[in-house]
């Protein structure tokens, strides 16, 4: 049932406007629509307003963000855009061992270091006031239950929330089948213990969090990377000669994540991955924790929904969409339930109680999907102004990746530049960024840099960035025998 226009929000008011004057024809496609500005006037309504109304429109598939440009009304398109060329891969002279800890984890604890590789989402981006208001709500109504442990497998409302959600994107299962975890990491490190033993190898679908590497080290696991093509699509023919020729005892994919040079699976690779490991009985570890921040009109689906053995654990998390410091993440599988339980009872017995119940709530409210619309379209703006940022500051030749899901960027750094020799040169000014050699075990990568844009670009932030394009121009004309 259509709602009375007069119980329509300003924003949703705004966005039919745009859709009568394309249904009209007024609007044609690839037309730009009316600025930020122009509807103001037009409308009267708030540029707040109106920028929810474009970003349900955008999430509707109806319009689209042209960088510096606006929006525009979409273009249907049958082929996907053409990937740009891919340079040859370099090395870095250090192993990844020597990039990580000492410096990067010492880096991100330290309050005068500019955090250019953190990709949790910056305060702006959270829904605190409405969890503030859960917070008092559940500690005066609720008994001492509160203060005590909570089940192993976790509060039984927020998993069913969890799985009611997964369900209408496509992964059916129960809540018997979810066990919520303390964040990604123990997520990751209860699957692999619940799968393996000192000396099994891991398959790794990269390039990948750098954690990844640190788990599977602490395990005595060998990790094993996933045979990749030249623009980084995972080579089909040589994984499936690679599961007949080598025992394998897990895979991790992340199979909701923009690559440099590759596009997200699709829904039909992601059922041929999944049947082609299910043939050799490898069970995938499947990273989904960045699935809710895409910016197209329909979330992907995960590995989990082409599932027809048990053999996907899929991991889900809120610390990139509503609190990171919540540290409440979660597992969906039921084959190997029995394990994962027993593996989260050794490790921290359960997830924290008080969470537990504040976002059971949130989700039962409704708010989630209202502030994953906002989270995206800040998403949207930050990645736009870190993008121009980038293009205003970093040396001619540079090459900026902007990605359909997830808050974060690739940066492909011009003629000879060392990504690594960037990193250790930005520790010294107090910047951390992340070195492309960080996340894939080979070296390679050495002309990428990972930048997220989940934190709003402040005038701290921007300074580090036209610092980092400074060291960038410094190393080129180095390489280029150009004397500064």
Known sequence: MKRSPHLLSVSEKVAGTVEDLIRRKLLKPGEKIPSLREMRIKSGASVTSILKAYTLLECRGIIEAKPKSGFFVSVPQCDPLPLPMVPAQKSAKEPYDELVLDSFIQATSNPQVVQLAESAPGAELLPTKHLFRLLRKTLSATTDKIFL????????????????????????????EIIIT?????????????????????????????GVYEILKNLGLKAVEVPQSARQEIDFLKLKALLGQKKIAA????????????????????????????????????????????????????????????????????????????????????KYQPELLRQKFLTSISAPTLQQHVMAEFLA???FDRHLRLVRAGLVMNMQRYVDCIEKYFPEGTRVYRPPVGPIMWVE????????????????????????PIFIS???????LRIPFSAALTKRIELALKS???????????SRGVST
Request: aromatic share 8%; glycine share 10%.
């Open 442 to 448: 080979n070296g390679s990568m050495d002309h990428l």
């Open 149 to 176: 442990f909570e089940r192993p497998e976790g509060n039984l409302e927020l998993r069913k929330q969890i799985a009611k959600r997964a369900t209408l994107h496509g992964t059916s299962c129960s809540a018997d």
């Open 468 to 478: 980092l394009g400074a060291l960038i121009l410094e190393e080129l004309d180095a």
């Open 365 to 367: 409210q409704g708010g």
């Open 182 to 210: 303390s964040g990604g990491f123990e997520s990751w490190n209860l699957c692999l213990r619940a799968l393996t033993k000192p000396g099994d190898s891991v398959l790794v679908d990269v390039p990948t969090y750098f």
């Open 251 to 334: 895979g991790i994919f992340m199979p909701n994540f923009t690559k440099p040079y590759a596009p997200v699976m699709s829904d039909q690779f992601k059922a041929d991955l999944v049947m082609l490991m299910a043939e050799h009985s490898v069970p995938i570890i499947e990273d989904d924790i960045y699935g809710d921040l895409h910016f197209n009109s329909l979330r992907s689906k995960a590995l989990k929904s082409f599932d027809r053995t048990g053999l996907v654990l899929h991991c889900g998390s809120f610390s990139k969409t509503v609190s990171p410091g919540f540290r409440l993440s979660w597992v969906v599988n039921s």
């Open 413 to 436: 750094l011009p003629g000879g530049v060392s990504a690594v020799q960037v990193y250790r040169r930005a520790l010294q000014k107090n910047i951390v960024v992340g070195a492309g």
